[in-house]
């Protein structure tokens, strides 16, 4: 049954992977340091930093987090969005940040920044956060693995003499993903990254790069198939209205997180209805809790960015099945979460308590 659950898990991560469209093979890498947006309204700069398998954008037409940087942009805030290696641990992938940050920093004058990464970004920018604290006023994870997540603990345990796999896979990344990924290099692995977020991997790197004095640390996250904000791993240590405001809200699971959303969800693979462990199909809301935990989102880990409705244009935030495409929410099989409003709301909150 382990077995069974893990290829599901490794196939659902292949498949999110394969939905993002090819790079002409002379594309430009991606500069962040400019086209941030007009001066903020408040003292700190925001900057997105992607999960696994993430860019800044992809041949131009697909965005990793869609059309969040142009909303914060509009309502006055000084954006950046960053990128690094896609497939490697934290520790390579926040350096690679930091460079980022200096150069930033450098070009245009600025003192600290607020970070916002997703995924595994919350664990790049903990590293970032706790080895230049110089450079950080606060850090926001979204969906990031913070304790790890069962799903990577399988594979290591069944693939832990599997070296021969590895080097195979290894291969076909270094190979191929050139094609989509500006960051790939040689230190580039799919199993570097995935062996970073277990349970064991998250408790040593908790160690090792402690939360630094000074750092304001919160994290939020997002919980599919229509449970209810008010579960129990949900509860926030810190109320922030812009996450309270869709308590109410509850996410249909569509494919294909919904099935990692099953496999994640209790450790009986055939009962997928208790909602033990609530989670975004592919993090568990428990494993998300770092600093001051806001709460649950009802989103999935690719509709708390906008990423779905960046892969399908016209789509409703949380609308599915019969009612794509449509804004019909009374009729349809929907909940109401716009992600542009709650990213705006959340940075206006973030500003009036000082950051």
């Known amino acids: 049954m382990q077995r069974i659950r893990s290829l599901l898990l490794i196939g659902l991560v292949t498949a999110l992977a394969a939905c993002l469209p090819e790079e002409e093979e002379n594309a430009s890498p991606s500069v962040p340091i400019g086209d941030a947006g007009d001066p903020a309204s408040g003292p700190h700069p925001i900057v997105l930093a992607h999960g696994m398998f993430g860019q800044e954008s992809y041949l131009g037409i697909l965005d990793y987090w869609s059309t969040v940087p142009d909303?914060?942009?509009?309502?006055?805030?000084?954006?950046y969005v960053t990128e690094v290696d896609p497939l490697n641990s934290p520790v390579v992938r926040g350096e690679r940040l930091i460079e980022q940050l200096e150069a930033l920093a450098e070009a245009n004058g600025h003192a600290k920044f607020i970070i916002v990464g997703h995924s595994q970004g919350g664990l790049d920018i903990r590293y970032v956060a706790s080895t230049r604290p110089d450079l950080v006023e606060a850090v926001l994870s979204v969906a990031s693995p913070h304790y790890g997540t069962p799903a990577v603990?399988?594979?290591r345990a069944l693939l832990e003499d599997g070296a021969t796999i590895e080097a195979v896979v290894n291969f076909v990344v270094k190979t191929f993903f050139p094609l989509v990924w500006d960051e790939i290099g040689d230190t580039t692995s799919l199993y570097t990254s995935?062996?970073?977020m277990t349970a064991e991997a998250t408790e040593e790197f908790a160690e090792a790069f402690p939360d630094a004095p000074g750092v304001a640390y919160y994290s939020i996250t997002g919980v599919t198939d229509r449970v209810p904000m008010s579960h129990p791993h949900c509860a926030p240590d810190l109320v922030a209205p812009p996450v309270a405001r869709w308590a109410s809200e509850r996410d249909p699971a569509i494919l294909p997180l919904s099935i990692g959303e099953a496999l994640l969800d209790d450790d009986d693979l055939l009962d997928v209805v208790r909602n033990t462990y609530p989670n975004d199909g592919?993090?568990?809301a428990i494993d998300t809790r770092w600093g001051s935990f806001l709460g649950?989102?009802?989103?999935?880990?690719?509709?708390?960015?906008?990423?779905t409705s960046a892969i399908l244009p016209g789509y409703h935030p949380g609308c599915h099945g019969l009612c794509l495409g449509t804004n019909d929410t009374a009729l349809c099989d929907c909940n109401d979460f716009d992600y542009e409003l709650f990213w705006v709301e959340m940075l206006e909150w973030l500003r009036e308590r000082g950051h």
């Open 153 to 155: 603990d399988i594979a």
């Open 296 to 307: 649950c989102l009802p989103a999935d880990h690719a509709e708390i960015i906008g990423l």
């Open 282 to 284: 592919l993090v568990r």
């Open 194 to 196: 995935l062996l970073s």
């Open 71 to 79: 909303v914060l942009r509009a309502a006055g805030h000084v954006v």
